[in-house]
């Protein structure tokens, strides 16, 4: 992903943003304004996707342009929706989606297309609230709140850590137990998320339990208690056995990250049933093995 930043000056107070970047980058208007509607270009750190505003001069503005330039390919598979009522979406995201907007992209993920999906079916303003996010790389259970009467007990689930979060993962190698506890924290180092020593990052604590096994791999669950970026990822690779497809984390490259977010089990924010969402594993993750679920 290439990047540019600049700062507007005093000369430039009352242009239009759409003038602004095509005049830096020496792009035409269309092309300006498509990467603006795409959500590639930031002002004052911000996704700005109004091309008519005036600047004052004093903005920073930045462009990330998406390595497969401002296409627009995703959309929300109706038969992907795992649970829907008035006031919960559970949604089975597909490998390879980002949850939400990434800095190059506001148009290709999960949360940007199902407002699109809302929208498509009634007149009011479309609302929706994520409540967990997956890597672009792993599938599964994805959790929106419909209404706003929703968010704050869901909220608090989280962070009670009363949702029960089930993953399904292959991982390299044989583990030596049938079940472990990874409690690392998990913090930042070189740009990148890893295991640090405790007190320099945040507390995560995972439980692994071996479900099958073959040759120099092993079907595990985990169950993540906490909710840290790449915290399974980073544990299982810090036991000696990283999920496979994981080149991050030191595993062979493979036909996909072999995670996915299998089950969420949680009581209902408003009627307080409890519920669990169970998204179906992915072909691929089947196909590529010799284990059927």
């Known amino acids: 992903m290439d990047s540019f930043r600049w700062r507007t000056r005093p000369e430039d107070k009352g242009i239009r943003l759409e003038e602004a970047v095509c005049g ?6 269309a092309e300006a304004a498509g990467l603006i509607d795409f ?14 505003i005036d600047l004052s001069g004093e903005e920073e503005i930045s462009v990330n342009f998406p390595e497969y330039g401002i296409r627009k390919f995703f959309e929300i598979d109706p038969a992907r929706i795992i649970f829907r009522d008035r ?16 800095p190059y992209d ?12 809302l929208a498509g079916e009634q007149t009011s303003e479309p609302y929706a609230a ?3 996010r997956l890597d672009r790389e792993t599938s599964g259970v994805l959790l929106f709140a419909l209404d706003k009467k929703a968010n704050d007990p869901l909220g608090r689930s989280f962070r009670d850590r009363r949702v029960k979060k089930e993953y399904l993962a292959w991982v390299e190698g044989a583990p030596k137990d049938d079940s472990w506890t990874s409690d690392s924290d998990i913090g930042k180092a070189g740009g990148k998320y890893t295991a640090v020593k405790k007190g320099q990052g945040k507390e995560a604590q995972t439980i692994f339990r071996v479900l099958h096994r073959e040759e120099q791999r092993a079907l595990v669950l985990a169950l993540p208690l906490t909710g840290r970026t790449h915290q399974i990822r980073i544990h299982a690779a810090l036991a000696g056995h990283p999920v496979l497809g994981d080149r991050a984390y030191g595993a062979k490259p493979d036909k996909r990250l072999c995670l996915h977010a299998w089950r969420m089990t949680l009581k209902h924010p408003v009627s307080g049933e409890l519920v ?4 179906p594993v992915p072909e691929e993750m089947q196909k590529a093995l010799d284990f059927r679920f």
């Open 276 to 279: 669990t969402f169970e998204a």
């Open 130 to 132: 994520i409540h967990n």
């Open 39 to 52: 959500g590639a270009v930031y002002v004052r750190g911000r996704v700005e996707r109004n091309a008519s």
């Open 106 to 117: 506001a148009y290709n993920n999960v949360y940007a297309a199902l407002l699109r999906h």
């Open 87 to 102: 006031f919960l979406l559970a949604y089975n995201k597909e490998e390879g989606v980002p949850s939400q907007q990434v």
């Open 24 to 29: 830096y980058l020496r792009i035409t208007r």
